[in-house]
């Protein structure tokens, strides 16, 4: 589907290493969004009262949503989604069209009822807390939140702010270098040492050698 290649595309993926080998983690498991893309092709409301409404994959900043026309069908409830030998099919002929359609090494639709678990299970094995739930007669709504970062990103995102990335440090180390300083953020010496001469004509840290000396060390003003 043209729309997982798009939602692919625009969201971040990070990275952990488990075992000397890199393993991509992306903002939200595709496999969940496959799923909850499908389950919203397949049950969207397409009577009059529908209005012509389109399935909406909405990507935010800190969230995932998929809204399909028309609430949940039949005896189907929120409490019951997930739940074996419960479902309710409002488009039984799409369905079973769905149902044989392949994709990838399956079909655009397996076995019926499981779609929510295959969702919830995805996100769970992703360390995801469960989708929010939004049902109403004039549409159905699943909200994915976005993965929190690793602490490898967040080491990276701390130094966005450099000055505040700086202060961070020092807040954590007796002193430190400026090539220290550039290891750990992984910028320029020359950005760093732009920073640090801020900082210090601020006041906020402070040499602890004397000017010029190439053991020059900062640390905190107390």
Known sequence: MDVL??????????????????????????????????????????????????????????????????????????????????????????????????FESGYVVENKGTGFMTIRQSLADSLMPPPKVENSLSFFRLTFEKRRLTKAEGATQSWHNTAQGIISELAKHTSLSI??????????????SNHVRKLVQAGIIEPIERLRSPRQRYRLVR
């Open 5 to 102: 290649a798009l939602v692919q595309q625009r969201m971040s993926t990070g990275a952990v290493v488990e075992g000397g080998l890199r393993k991509d983690i992306p903002d939200y498991p595709i496999v969940a969004v496959r799923e909850a893309v499908a389950n919203a092709l397949q049950h969207r409301d397409f009577s009059p009262e529908g209005r012509g409404t389109h399935v909406q994959v909405n990507l935010y900043s800190d969230r995932l949503e998929i809204t399909n026309p028309g609430g949940l069908y039949g005896a189907t409830t929120v409490e019951s989604l997930g739940k074996e030998g419960i479902s309710s099919t409002r488009n039984e002929i799409l369905s079973r069209l769905l149902t044989y359609t392949p």
């Open 179 to 192: 090539a220290e300083l550039v290891n750990m953020s992984g910028l320029s010496r020359a950005t760093i």
